[in-house]
């Protein structure tokens, strides 16, 4: 893609984003770490919660879940490396580069410790940085996450996934959300005014060349099995979050590592792997039930 047409992307882009963001309770912030201008939403008070997105996402995938989620908590929404409106990373978005730049995002814009909350990616990154950094957060909840078992997802939704990828239309988009969103129509709808943005926004960053990249070097780097003796390794609480139809990353994959681990698991119906988007109420639910039990309250 030549220059002229990336800066054009760019431009569009940013007018998408605006849309989706600029009636939610939360300012827009920048944060320069390891090199990368990383953006990032913030607002509400208390508990300070980082939410980690999925990958190819950004925080806008956050949109509908942060109203109920400000009421409560410090709500931190960054976008990583090469997503959203975060700059592109010069250096290899491994795990360890990934994890520092957690790292050094938590130092910079919590001033106590945060709850991880992450989602499918963002949830493995969470596991790895609680396996880690124990030490520096309350605890994590983890969001229909990758990093419990292998990833397998149904035969469908994988054709669908890299059709778009390879692809990327808003034909093809409408084609594979299907496999990440229980009820498409409903959501459209309830979305209103926002729903074209949403798709358009999605879009034009599928379809930059620096974005495509940091998906599949972020979902390379963190979609693998984490060995469960670096499970086991976590000191802080843990909780899960599941949509009951995911076919990414199915439901019998959570009840397995809460019945492993005994971490507690709540399951959000009439959703795929997207809970936070579907069923936000629900969803902000579960989060403060996760966080208010006795287990996350050492």
């Known amino acids: 893609m030549k220059s002229s047409n990336i800066n054009g992307a760019l431009k569009e882009a940013s007018i998408y984003r605006k849309k989706l963001t600029s009636d939610l309770p939360v300012q827009e912030h920048q944060v320069k770490i390891g090199g ?75 001033s106590q410790k945060p709850v991880l909350v992450g989602h499918v990616v963002g949830g493995a990154l969470a596991a790895h940085y609680a396996r880690e950094y124990g030490n520096k957060v309350k605890g994590i909840v983890l969001v229909d996450s990758l990093g419990l078992s292998s990833f397998f997802p149904a ?43 949403f798709l358009d926004y999605n879009l034009v960053n ?17 979609s693998g099995k984490i060995p469960e003796g670096q499970l086991r390794k976590i000191s802080v609480p843990v909780a899960l979050i599941w949509g009951r139809h995911d076919k990414a990353n199915k439901l019998k994959v959570a009840q397995k590592a809460s019945e492993k681990y005994g971490w507690p698991l709540q399951i959000i119906e009439e959703t795929r792997d997207d809970p936070k ?22």
């Open 155 to 197: 035969p469908r939704f994988a054709f669908e996934f890299f059709r778009f990828m390879m692809f990327p239309s808003e034909k093809s988009y409408l084609r594979f959300l299907p496999q990440c969103l229980y009820d498409i129509k409903t959501l459209s709808k309830v979305m209103g005014k926002y729903w074209q943005p």
């Open 277 to 298: 988007l579907e069923r936000p109420e629900e969803f902000a639910h579960a989060i403060q039930v996760a966080i208010d039990q006795p287990v996350l309250e050492k």
């Open 36 to 110: 990368v201008l990383t953006a990032y939403l913030e607002g509400g008070e208390g508990v300070p919660l980082v939410l980690l997105h999925g990958p190819g996402e950004s925080s806008v995938w956050w949109m509908r879940s942060i109203p109920f989620l400000v009421q409560h908590y410090k709500v931190l929404v960054p976008d990583f490396p090469g997503h959203g409106a975060s700059d592109a990373s010069p250096k290899k978005l491994d795990t360890h580069f990934l994890l520092n730049w957690l790292d050094s995002f938590i130092s910079q814009t919590c």
């Open 206 to 222: 599928a379809k930059n060349p620096e974005k495509k990249a940091a998906a599949k070097a972020i979902m390379g780097a963190l």
